[in-house]
């Protein structure tokens, strides 16, 4: 599904034309960029068009990552020169809202982390399912002097109530499956050793219903739920402009020179180490 | 308050002129049907016209059951025949959204199921308490390849999130009694032996209460909570129109077949038995 | 920070440039009343207008009170002669809904109760963070035949949906941290030994966040999830007119026979006692 300069990063998988995987396997950290970005829209066009499917769910491959953070060794301009989807908004904030409007209903199944972009997919599908041990979201951009640029200002209050959205998104710490649960951030955060038949369970059942009465049904929640396109949109703008402050390079930075983008602590416990950044560096 | 040739199924008990109690007593199910819609009609009036009524709660006579699904044996021109009511909307919808904006404060007290209409009307009064053990509440319609037709695609999503609404809907299976108030399907759920005095106790502190104070509360409560009537009305449309295509009538026809409408494991485990439509009949 | 004839009852402290503490401390009881307005209205327009601050947190001095209900001993004209505030409203929802939108993280810290005022200026923060032992939340008023004024009917459905928004504000009665946490009124509810400790490291946190990163942040959010202000007004109003009518001045009386304002059972336990006030004498 993808050409043949690319890494396939996403692998999509039928289990029966109703029922469709899709699997990030980008080790060692599911780091989504720029050449993500066709891969996965690739996805969602399939996702939109296909007659038979009527359920995806989206998993990894990649012990410890769901799916993290945009790649900041990449060119900014390999982000920005992509022009805008069919939406009209930019490619990665498209994407999501035409996920949140397919006419198929989309599962997370979140073991390790989903951070940045890896919540916001999770934000944008229709379900969020993690694993009670294993998971960790985050928006953790705020620490690194980012503003995030997928929907979760959009998506975050109506999902889980302002007081809640501005401690995931101002205290840019991880969430563990417990208080994600809690919060409503997931569905429900299931024992680990029980996610996986969870979610193939109720994927399973999803795919034996009736296509349009999943697709009627799910249209009338969109009309009282989402989120307009015009909500979404200014989140990608204000994230282009927070990277090229100077406050974001100098902590980006800081992060590279601590290890982000390798395996190891940093990229493992993110909110620990944006939590540093600002601090005298005698503290670390 | 019914006319004479109709069997009374909702009794209205006024335990004060403040506190009225409204209790489903058609056994053995708890069936709504087109001959229910008139008694519960003229309960709504009666609590909208009413100067004295403080608190209603709805509560069930029949063991097992709550109030449950639509009556499918029932005629579809008995119910499609009734002009709407007084909102415009028709008869269904019409009195949910009039139990809504009524000067009065509704509570369900759910034991047993609440399942299609019955989880409908709960989500339409004011606050929801359940059985931890012995409440289930379900929109089970999509596993039937209906649309759920009385208002849960407007509310769900504003009480308990989009994605667990989603889920609610699409998965359309049993919920018990923790899982709804972790989602905030039910405002609480007590240990079974707690329900009835918890929710006496509310409901008599209530009607102590000074009326006016209650209705000019709930009035600024309703302005920025309510759906709007324009977003309800889809939902019967999409309900009928679903209800006449060959995927809605084949696989109801198989829940007869299997015990629809009389007691038994069907009607007790709707959940599961809406699971086994789509699955090849020898996996039964 | 107060002029010379008050007393002052708001000790703001600047831990560091970017991290403010401000103290509620009134003792015996932390009663909100007219000569309480301009000293709060001073901290939110140093909020509003100091460059550095990052992050406010709101806790009290005094032992069982974070903040409680208002001053019903002052004459009503102390308040309802101030002038209006910037936004066009009443100064207590003028200083709320600007304290919502100031460019500063606002976060409180709950041990004791929080009625009436001291719930509305939580609602009203950022994020709140609730002793489970000690803090008690409530919206008292329609237990004394009033209508809340500072904003809970618009704030609380928004966040804890309309079921448990009418449950807290119809039932009028003490919600203690656990209920509030399963809610959604608080964000968490944590030990209280825990409670300083964990608050203190999320500001101190955030505190070493970049300024604009989260400005622009909140800024994105409160877009998505604030009233308007026109959805705030007609609270205001109704607190006065309900204030003027004899079934609350018979409660009001009532309250303060038994001891109202006055350290004792009626001020530590006010959901018990307002659910006596409509009941005969004989019962109490």
Do not use: C
Request: proline share 7%.
């Amino acid at each position: 599904m993808t050409d043949a300069t690319m890494t396939k990063q996403i692998v999509l998988t039928r289990r029966s034309p109703a029922y469709w995987r899709v699997t990030f396997d980008h080790p060692p950290l599911n780091i989504f960029g720029p050449e993500t970005l066709p891969q996965l829209n690739e996805v969602v066009t399939a996702l939109e068009t296909d007659e038979e499917v009527k359920v995806v769910v989206f998993d990894s491959a990649v012990d410890g990552f769901f799916l993290t953070h945009y790649n900041f060794v990449a060119k900014l301009e390999e982000s920005t020169r992509l022009p805008p989807g069919p939406t009209g908004l930019q490619q990665l904030p498209d994407m999501l809202v035409r996920l949140s409007r397919a006419p198929v209903v989309s599962l997370v199944s979140i073991r390790g982390r989903a951070t940045g972009v890896g919540s916001e997919l999770a934000l944008a599908s229709d379900m969020r399912f993690a694993s009670r041990e294993k998971a960790i979201l985050s928006q953790w951009e705020v620490g690194a002097a980012l503003v995030p640029g997928g929907g979760p200002m959009a998506r975050l209050p109506r999902l889980i109530g302002r007081g809640r959205a501005l401690e995931v998104l101002l205290g840019a710490d991880d969430i563990r499956g417990d208080v994600a649960e809690l919060y409503g951030y997931v569905n429900r955060a299931l024992p680990d050793a029980e996610l996986d038949a969870f979610v193939d369970a109720l994927a399973t059942r999803i795919a034996s219903f009736d296509k349009q009465a999943i697709v009627d049904t799910k249209h009338l929640v969109n009309l009282n739920s989402l989120p307009s396109d015009a909500e979404i949109a200014p989140e990608w703008d204000a994230f282009i402009a927070s990277l090229g402050r100077p406050a974001a390079q100098a902590r980006i930075r800081t992060l590279f020179e601590r290890g982000f983008h390798e395996p190891g602590d940093v990229e493992t416990r993110l909110g620990y180490h944006v939590g540093l950044l600002g601090v005298p560096s005698t503290s670390k």
